[in-house]
């Protein structure tokens, strides 16, 4: 009897807490939806935003906001849009799936167009979970399972990483001969690895490498679990070590291959994913001879490119190497503005745009577009521009092409 009576007190415990948090979800978009309303009649134009200022994405969402941001204010220096100054509305997803949806729900009743999630995990969530709309979402969708879901609606801020990673691990291969039998690092907690970790089981014997061992790394991983992943890996006798995971786990991991024994920095591929601060501050002695592959050219020289470096620097104390986002969140404020000013939005007929068809063809479809490095367009909701191949001179990224 009084497991029965402890059960049913578990059991209504839990409903409270679901149902007080789904009320502070709803709680939460009504407040998004509300900003988005005040810039309208505040006569702003707003690019809305899903940020990722804390939690799992923090370090990467935060660049990817300032690069929105910073997008805006060139926007607005040269007069704006259609008469209106453009004004970034971000919400914070706190890198939480849940959160995100709702406030995409929430962006969705009073926008056409939201940017972000800036991650995949949050960008497939809302994509297979959410009420069906008309709202244009520039997020995450550099994989074909998650855009088609989300289709003609879902654009990608980013060219398609599958592609990316697997052009990277046959350049690095063709570079490399003699590496002939490798270790895989990959997560699969998270969800935008798991077509990519198939697709190389399936394409890496047609690339002459025999794979040994997938190690999967766990989030909030240790550095004992860090330790205990590259034994993994070194107990095969491997002479290549391939990753896809992001730069602290790929860092981490990196640290202990090097003190065990992996001396050749040309043993290693990196994925797109890992390039930024936090493979730097974990293991930027560790980094020559590294291949890496990359959506932008970090050492790019073009006038508009190095007056953002600059400009990043200063605003990230001098210290923070520039991540992927930032060169692909400028592009993408700069379309949505263009795309404004050729419709002729302004912040009074802002909401007769929502459902316009044309807009969302304009995004899913594009023209060329310029962006901040090269050109691009949009074809079926996917990013096509050049993807940038690197090897690592000690902490500088080498462009293949210039080699």
Same mark, same amino acid.
């Given at each position: ?42 006569? &702003? ?14 370090? %990467? ?31 914070? @997803?706190? !890198?939480? #799936?849940?959160?995100? %949806? ?5 962006? !969705? ?6 940017l972000g999630p800036m991650d995949a995990p949050e960008t497939a969530y809302i994509a297979k979970n959410v009420e069906r709309n008309q709202t244009i979402n520039i997020a995450a969708y550099s994989f074909a399972e998650s855009r088609n879901t989300m289709a003609p609606?879902?654009?990608? &801020? ?29 997560? *699969? ?6 077509? @990519?970790?198939? %697709? %190389? ?6 690339? +002459? ?30 002479? +290549?070590? =391939? ?12 640290? #202990? ?9 040309? $043993?290693?591929?990196?994925?797109? *994913? ?28 073009? #006038? ?18 520039? !991540? ?13 503005? $263009? +795309?404004?000013?050729?419709?002729? =939005?302004? *912040?009074?007929? &802002?909401?007769?745009?929502? +459902? ?10 594009? #023209?060329?577009?310029k962006g901040i490095q090269s050109s691009y367009q949009w074809q079926e909701g996917q990013k096509v521009t050049d993807y940038q191949f690197f090897v690592f001179d000690g902490k500088t990224p080498v462009n293949r092409s210039s080699r």
């Amino acid at each position: 009897m009084k497991n029965r009576v402890w059960q049913a007190i578990v059991v209504i415990v839990f409903l409270v807490v679901l149902s007080r948090t789904a009320l502070q979800r709803d709680l939460q978009a009504s407040a998004f939806e509300e900003k988005i309303n005040q810039s309208l009649e505040n006569g &702003y134009l707003p690019v809305v935003v899903l940020s990722q200022e804390s939690g799992e994405y923090r370090s %990467l969402g935060k660049s990817a906001l300032w690069a929105a941001e910073y997008a805006a204010d060139k926007v607005n220096e040269n007069g704006g849009v259609n008469g209106c100054k453009v004004q970034i509305i971000s919400e914070n @997803t706190n !890198s939480e #799936k849940s959160k995100a %949806l709702s406030l995409f729900q929430g962006a !969705s009743r009073a926008s056409f167009l939201v940017l972000g999630p800036m991650d995949a995990p949050e960008t497939a969530y809302i994509a297979k979970n959410v009420e069906r709309n008309q709202t244009i979402n520039i997020a995450a969708y550099s994989f074909a399972e998650s855009r088609n879901t989300m289709a003609p609606y879902g654009i990608s &801020y980013m060219s398609d990483s599958e592609a990316g990673d697997l052009e990277e691990v046959r350049v690095w291969s063709q570079a490399n001969p003699d590496i002939k039998n490798v270790v895989l690092f990959t997560m *699969s907690e998270d969800e935008s690895q798991e077509n @990519t970790t198939e %697709l %190389l089981q399936d394409r890496l014997e047609d690339m +002459g490498l025999h794979l040994l061992k997938i190690v999967d790394i766990r989030q909030g991983a240790s550095d004992k679990d860090y330790a205990y992943y590259a034994i993994q890996a070194l107990n095969q006798g491997a002479d +290549g070590y =391939i990753f896809l995971v992001r730069g602290k786990e790929t860092g981490n991991i990196l640290l #202990k291959l090097r003190s065990h024994g992996v001396e050749e920095g040309r $043993q290693i591929s990196t994925s797109f *994913s890992a390039y930024g601060s936090e493979l730097f501050d974990v293991a930027g002695n560790m980094l020559d001879g590294i291949s890496i592959w990359n959506k932008f050219d970090p050492v790019y020289q073009g #006038k508009d490119w190095q007056q953002l470096l600059q400009d990043y620097r200063i605003a990230r104390h001098g210290t923070e190497q520039v !991540s992927n986002p930032v060169a692909d969140y400028y592009d993408s404020v700069m379309a949505i503005c $263009q +795309g404004y000013e050729e419709f002729g =939005i302004t *912040s009074e007929n &802002y909401k007769e745009f929502i +459902g316009n068809q044309e807009v969302v063809d304009w995004f899913y479809n594009s #023209k060329q577009l310029k962006g901040i490095q090269s050109s691009y367009q949009w074809q079926e909701g996917q990013k096509v521009t050049d993807y940038q191949f690197f090897v690592f001179d000690g902490k500088t990224p080498v462009n293949r092409s210039s080699r």
